[in-house]
C-alpha cells in the first residue's frame, strides 16, 4: 500500500529531522491510482476549518470526522464513489470519505496548461506536484 | 607495609592566637589576590545589559515617594540564542519534529515595543502560543501597528467574522481571558483583544496542519493558513520550494497579497522570513 511508503519516509524524518528541516521539499515520485481535484469555490472561502466539510472515516455522515481537507482533495482514480461520498486519500497518507458535492475537476488556477499529480514528498507526505 | 599517615596541621594551629605571620607567607597571599583579581575566573562569562533592565509598573503609590513614569513598552524578557535556528526561506513545508524551538525573536522584540505587547505575550501564553508566533504575525501583518481597513482591521489584521469566531473560541478555551477583552467589535480595534483572537487563530491553524500530517508547524508552516486560510494554507505549507505560488492560489488573492505571477513557494517563504527574521523556524505552540 502506498500509505506504507509514507510511513517510511516519515519516520526517516522523524528519527532524523535535522536532516530533513534542512532541506526543501521536493518531489520524490507520484502517487499512482489517484487525482487531484478542488474544493468548491465556497469551501475554498473558508476561514476558518470548521467551514470546511469534514473528511469522515466512511461514506456515511455518521462516520467518524477524521478531519479536514485542504483545497487540493486527493481522490481515488478511477473515482470511487458510495452514497454521494468519494474516497480520498490525505496528506498524511490516512484514507477517508468526503461528500461529492464539495468537491469539483481540478484546474489550473492560473490558466496554464499545467497538469497536478499527487506525489510523495521528501518529507515523507503527500503533495500536489503542479507542473 | 602500614601507611604512614601524612603530619597535619591542626586548623588552630593557622591562625594561633598570638601567634605572627610569617613575612614570606604576607608575600605570597598578596601576589595570588592579585593574580586572581587580574585574571577573569575561568568559565565566567560576562553579561551585558542590553537595554534597561525589565520595568515593574507600581500600582500602588508609596507614601513620600514621587510619581514614577515609566515608558510605553518593556524591554524584551526572553533570552536571546544566535545560535537557534533563524528563518532563511527555505522552509520545508513543514518539518515533521524539526521544530519545538521557543526563544526570543527581532518579532518579539517589535511586538514588545508596543503599549499592549506585554499583555499580548501573556494572552499568547494563556492559549499556549508561543509569543514569537503571534508577534510574527502582527508583524507581517501590519507591523504591529493598529490599523484600519476595509474589511481586516487591527494589528493583527483579522476579518470581524473570523475575529468573533476566534475571540469566542479563545474564552471557551481559556475562561480566565474573559475579563481582559473588549467586548464586541471593539475589541478588534485593541490590540490586547484581538491578539487574543490571532493567537486562538494560530492555535486552531497549528492544530489543522497536525491533522493533516505536519507534527509540529513552525511560524512558517503557519503563515500561508493565516494569510490564504485553511484551503491553501495545508496545500502551500505542504508544496515544493520550487512550485508557483499561482499554482494553490487564484489569480485575485495573488494580486490582494501582492504576490507576483511567477512567484515560487520558496520566494514566498523567504519574503515572509525576511520580514520576520530568527521566529520563521520556531515552532507555533509551546
Not at chain 1, 483545497?71 to 452514497?83: C, E, K, N, R
Not at chain 2, 474589511?151 to 481571558?177: E, H, R
Amino acid at each position: 500500500m502506498r500509505v506504507s511508503h509514507v510511513l517510511v519516509v516519515g519516520l526517516f524524518c522523524g528519527l532524523f529531522s535535522t536532516t530533513c528541516h534542512a532541506q526543501g521539499v521536493r518531489v520524490v515520485r507520484p502517487v499512482p491510482g489517484y487525482m487531484c481535484m478542488l474544493l468548491s469555490p465556497e469551501d475554498e472561502q473558508a476561514t476558518v476549518q470548521s467551514q470546511l466539510p469534514p473528511v469522515l472515516a466512511g461514506p456515511s455522515p455518521s462516520a467518524e470526522r477524521i478531519g479536514y481537507p485542504s483545497g487540493i482533495v486527493f481522490v481515488t482514480s478511477p473515482l470511487h464513489q458510495v452514497a454521494g461520498y468519494v474516497e480520498m486519500l490525505r496528506l498524511n497518507g490516512q484514507t477517508g470519505w468526503i461528500e461529492a458535492n464539495h468537491l469539483r475537476p481540478w484546474h489550473p488556477m492560473n490558466n496554464t496548461s499545467s497538469k497536478c499529480v499527487p506525489s510523495l514528498m521528501s518529507n515523507g507526505r503527500l503533495g500536489a506536484d503542479v507542473h | 607495609m602500614k601507611p604512614r599517615p601524612l603530619p597535619s596541621r591542626p586548623a588552630s594551629a593557622a591562625l594561633a592566637p598570638g601567634s605572627r605571620p610569617r613575612p614570606g607567607g604576607i608575600v605570597a597571599a598578596t601576589a595570588c589576590a592579585v593574580a586572581l583579581a587580574a585574571v577573569p575566573a575561568f568559565g565566567q562569562v560576562p553579561v551585558t545589559l542590553n537595554g534597561p533592565p525589565v520595568q515593574v509598573r507600581p500600582y500602588v503609590p508609596e507614601p513620600g515617594l514621587p510619581e514614577i513614569t515609566i515608558p510605553q513598552g518593556t524591554p524584551n524578557p526572553f533570552p536571546s540564542d544566535p545560535t537557534r535556528s533563524s528563518g532563511d526561506g527555505s522552509g520545508d513545508g513543514g518539518s515533521s519534529g524539526g521544530g519545538g524551538i521557543v526563544a526570543s525573536s527581532d518579532a518579539l522584540s517589535t511586538m514588545l515595543g508596543q503599549p499592549w505587547g506585554a499583555a499580548a505575550v501573556a494572552n499568547a501564553q494563556a492559549l499556549g502560543v508561543n509569543p514569537s508566533a503571534l508577534a510574527a504575525t502582527c508583524v507581517v501583518e501590519s507591523g504591529c501597528q493598529n490599523l484600519g481597513g476595509r474589511v481586516a482591521q487591527g494589528a493583527f489584521q483579522m476579518t470581524p467574522s473570523t475575529y468573533t469566531a476566534m475571540i469566542n473560541a479563545a474564552v471557551a478555551q481559556n475562561p480566565s481571558l474573559a475579563s481582559q477583552i473588549v467586548p464586541g467589535l471593539a475589541g478588534q480595534m485593541d490590540p490586547a483583544t484581538e491578539s487574543i483572537a490571532a493567537a486562538e487563530y494560530l492555535l486552531q491553524g497549528t492544530q489543522y496542519l497536525q491533522n493533516q500530517g505536519i507534527a509540529n508547524p513552525t511560524v512558517l508552516d503557519i503563515r500561508s493558513y493565516y494569510n490564504f486560510g485553511p484551503s491553501a494554507g495545508a496545500n502551500i505549507a505542504n508544496a515544493p520550494g520550487g512550485a508557483s505560488m499561482s499554482a494553490y492560489l487564484s489569480p485575485t488573492v495573488m494580486q490582494q497579497n501582492g504576490i507576483t505571477a511567477n512567484e515560487t513557494v520558496d520566494q514566498w517563504r523567504a519574503s515572509v522570513s525576511a520580514k520576520i527574521g530568527t521566529a520563521a523556524g520556531q515552532s507555533v505552540v509551546i
